[in-house]
């Protein structure tokens, strides 16, 4: 016995915020690399590989949404949201090359650092930062409601502090003729980016292993279903996302039939899924005694059997 539900993909308004974000931010991340090659910057080339990690997280919001509205097939019964997932997958491993060779040239540059035409750098840093602020205010509104669009919201404001360090970078040199800034500036907003690309890449495989969604205590879940009246032994217990905003259930209830009633047992244990853990999309196997899955000796951690307390 089960129940299940999908979680809505961002509305329209959602759509078009993205889709101009991802103009407005791509258009400028390829002027920064344009501008940090004929510029002499490092510093610009490295925010210009930060603010791709904005363009990518936009396109992907972006691609989910149009991808995700395929409908489910005879092939993929979950329908395209992993989309989102492989997509961010391949971003962060394209992202550690990013910044690896921003840290190699860094390294290669720091014993003779070639001049910084720190005017034409803080131009285009200045520009960066106005960019920036606009695709805020595009995505602002919908961040609350999806989780694609807070993703990318908060991608552009982390980018923002890049392009602000690049401006103190290039008003340091302007003053004190010190080229090197631009290389310290530059590791650094490399040394950022690593750490939030590892997040990333850590968050998608997770999910990519079928693994337990991040936010959601497992123990305590397995506590909750058991202290439910009736309930007498739980296993086959499975939690995982398709997505990042579809997150699924399945297990196998042992109930006392003089308790409950199927219909009554099942409804409670969807509603704690619901109120509790924001659980909707469900299969509920409900049992008056073990199945022989539990008895059959599986290797598989999921088999394991957890008893209500007496």
Same mark, same amino acid.
């Given at each position: &016995?089960?129940?299940?539900?999908?979680?809505?993909?961002?509305?329209?308004?959602?759509?078009?915020?993205?889709?101009?974000?991802? &103009?407005?931010?791509?258009?400028?991340?390829? =002027?920064?690399?344009?501008?940090?090659? &004929?510029?002499?910057?490092? *510093?610009?080339?490295?925010?210009?590989?930060?603010?791709?990690?904005?363009?990518?997280?936009?396109?992907? =919001?972006?691609?989910?949404?149009?991808?995700?509205?395929?409908?489910?097939?005879?092939?993929?019964?979950?329908?395209?949201?992993?989309?989102?997932?492989?997509?961010?997958?391949?971003?962060?491993?394209?992202?550690?090359?990013?910044? *690896?060779?921003?840290?190699?040239?860094?390294?290669?540059?720091?014993?003779? +650092?070639?001049?910084?035409?720190?005017?034409? %750098?803080?131009?285009?840093?200045?520009?960066?930062?106005?960019?920036?602020?606009?695709?805020?205010?595009?995505?602002?509104?919908?961040?609350?409601?999806?989780?694609?669009?807070?993703?990318?919201?908060?991608?552009?404001?982390s980018d923002l502090l890049g392009s602000i360090g690049v401006?103190?970078?290039?008003?340091?040199?302007?003053?004190?003729?010190?080229?090197?800034?631009?290389?310290?500036? =530059?590791?650094?907003?490399?040394?950022? %980016?690593?750490?939030?690309?590892?997040?990333?890449?850590?968050?998608?495989?997770?999910?990519?292993?079928?693994?337990? +969604?991040?936010?959601?205590?497992?123990?305590?879940?397995?506590?909750?279903?058991?202290?439910?009246?009736?309930? %007498?032994?739980?296993?086959?217990?499975?939690?995982?996302?398709?997505?990042?905003?579809?997150?699924?259930?399945?297990?196998?209830?042992?109930?006392? +039939?003089?308790?409950?009633?199927?219909?009554?047992?099942?409804? *409670?244990?969807?509603?704690?899924?619901?109120?509790?853990?924001?659980?909707?999309?469900?299969?509920?196997?409900?049992?008056?005694? =073990?199945?022989?899955?539990?008895?059959?000796?599986t290797s598989n951690a999921g088999a394991d059997h957890w008893?209500? +307390?007496?």
């Amino acid at each position: &016995m089960g129940k299940g539900s999908d979680h809505a993909l961002p509305a329209a308004g959602n759509e078009k915020a993205l889709r101009y974000a991802l &103009m407005l931010t791509g258009g400028f991340m390829l =002027a920064e690399v344009i501008g940090g090659v &004929m510029l002499n910057s490092l *510093a610009l080339l490295s925010d210009a590989a930060h603010m791709f990690t904005d363009v990518a997280a936009l396109a992907i =919001a972006l691609a989910a949404i149009r991808v995700g509205r395929r409908p489910v097939d005879d092939r993929r019964t979950f329908g395209y949201h992993r989309f989102e997932i492989l997509a961010a997958a391949f971003n962060a491993l394209l992202l550690f090359g990013v910044a *690896a060779y921003i840290l190699y040239e860094a390294w290669q540059r720091w014993s003779d +650092p070639p001049a910084v035409q720190t005017t034409g %750098v803080l131009v285009i840093a200045v520009l960066g930062t106005i960019v920036n602020l606009v695709s805020m205010r595009l995505l602002s509104s919908g961040k609350d409601s999806s989780l694609n669009v807070k993703g990318a919201y908060l991608e552009v404001w982390s980018d923002l502090l890049g392009s602000i360090g690049v401006i103190v970078g290039a008003l340091v040199i302007l003053f004190t003729g010190w080229n090197w800034v631009d290389t310290v500036i =530059a590791v650094a907003i490399g040394l950022w %980016v690593l750490p939030r690309t590892w997040i990333l890449l850590k968050e998608t495989l997770n999910i990519l292993l079928e693994g337990v +969604p991040e936010g959601i205590d497992l123990p305590q879940l397995k506590r909750a279903l058991l202290d439910l009246p009736g309930v %007498v032994s739980l296993h086959e217990l499975h939690v995982w996302a398709v997505s990042s905003a579809k997150t699924s259930l399945s297990a196998h209830v042992i109930y006392n +039939p003089q308790a409950a009633d199927p219909g009554t047992m099942l409804a *409670a244990v969807n509603q704690l899924l619901a109120k509790q853990f924001e659980i909707t999309h469900t299969t509920i196997q409900l049992e008056t005694q =073990a199945c022989g899955m539990t008895a059959a000796g599986t290797s598989n951690a999921g088999a394991d059997h957890w008893k209500a +307390p007496v």
